[in-house]
């Protein structure tokens, strides 16, 4: 089992920034994908970015491109999404999840395991 934990969520204005943190415990592994993924009201999960504990490689969408960042500290146990340059359609409850193997899926129903979710308001 992996547990994953994530916090950094807020409200902040359209343009503004902040920093996502997911913080996993239990049988972590160097072999697993980290992917962050986002939920909007009466919208499916979509993928927003992704991430190997091992490695440098990384997976985002297109709608994130060149404004959020994944990252990783394997010693913390840790993966981060900074996130700049928010605009109002960010808006969602942001879930870290993790599956086995190398593969970066962008399907939610890939993932195993899930944290509890935080909530990300942009306004405008």
């Known amino acids: 089992q992996v547990q994953l934990v994530e916090s950094g969520g807020g409200l902040v204005q359209a343009g503004g920034s902040l920093m996502l943190s997911c913080a996993a415990s239990g049988r972590t592994s160097s072999s697993y994908v980290m992917g962050w993924f986002r939920q909007a009201p009466r919208k499916e999960r979509e993928f927003v970015a992704a991430?190997?504990?091992?490695?440098?490689?990384?997976n985002y969408a297109d709608s994130v491109k060149g404004r959020f960042t994944i990252s990783r500290d394997n010693a913390k146990n840790t993966v981060y999404l900074q996130m700049n340059s928010l605009k109002p359609e960010d808006t969602a409850v942001y879930y870290c999840?993790?599956?086995?193997?190398?593969?970066?899926?962008?399907?939610?129903?890939?993932?195993?395991?899930w944290g509890q979710g935080t909530q990300v308001t942009v306004s405008s």
């Open positions: 999840a993790a599956r086995p193997g190398r593969y970066f899926s962008l399907s939610y129903r890939e993932y195993n395991y």
């Open positions: 991430i190997r504990w091992s490695g440098v490689s990384t």
